[in-house]
């Protein structure tokens, strides 16, 4: 199956600054590629995702990049906003066996210092 | 359109009782999962199903049972409920097709005391 490596586990900025998080995933087949916002005590909600013919994709603040040849791809926040602090998770789509099984990376707790 | 529904939100538990937590989405997804979060980490996978009469286990499947008889819901047991299973639990469903997200539940907050 999968496995998505997410780094880093922890990350703080300074309001105003960028902050990035990255990913890898293990199998090429794998073609959907999400990231999930949590804020303290509610549920992981979709901010933003790229497919694999696709390399970049922005939304506001909000840009991701995928690599599909090294395998990795890339969240990243501009202007960063003290809301903006929250646990986000990527994940990656399974293809073959695992057609349309979802894989979390273990997180990163973002906080955006005033 | 409800997406995923799990009930309870909130629960406590004394050591050794049982309980179920039902989880049930209206989108015709064949994935469902339960997952549990523990205060300040990741999502762990207990179990998962790929369809109605599937399940398989996940990262973390000791003390928890699943059953999935239909599309619709796939309710997660807690047997002899022990401490260590104090955690929030989420359930979520996704497509079977390539792309497309996941829904979350609103989640379970379970006390084991």
């Known amino acids: 199956g999968e496995n998505v490596e997410q780094h880093p586990s922890t990350l703080s900025v300074q309001e105003g600054d960028s902050a990035v998080i990255k990913c890898t995933y293990s199998d090429s087949a794998s073609n959907y590629f999400p990231w999930y916002k949590q804020e303290l005590g509610k549920r992981p909600q979709l901010i933003i995702d790229?497919?694999?013919?696709?390399g970049e994709k922005k939304d506001q603040r909000i840009a991701v990049t995928l690599n599909k040849t090294a395998k990795h791809f890339s969240l990243h926040i501009t202007e960063t906003q003290p809301e903006d602090s929250a646990v986000y998770f990527c994940a990656a789509k399974g293809r073959g066996s695992t057609l349309g099984r979802l894989y979390f990376g273990r997180g990163t707790q973002l906080t955006v210092w005033p | 359109n409800a997406g995923v529904t799990q009930t309870p939100k909130f629960r406590i538990l004394k050591i050794g009782q049982s309980m179920t937590l039902q989880c049930a989405q209206d989108m015709n997804h064949n994935y469902m999962y339960w997952y549990r979060q523990d205060p300040g980490m990741g999502l762990k996978l207990i179990y998962y199903?790929?369809?109605?009469?599937?399940?398989d286990k996940g990262e973390v499947p000791n003390g928890y049972n699943v059953s999935r008889s239909t599309t619709e819901d796939f309710p997660l047991r807690l047997e002899l409920a022990a401490p260590s299973q104090t955690s929030v639990y989420f359930c979520?469903?996704?497509?079977?097709?390539?792309?497309?997200?996941?829904?979350f539940g609103q989640g379970t907050r379970l006390t084991v005391v």
């Open positions: 790229i497919r694999s013919n696709v």
């Open positions: 979520a469903s996704t497509g079977q097709s390539t792309v497309g997200e996941a829904f």
């Open positions: 199903s790929v369809g109605a009469g599937i399940t």
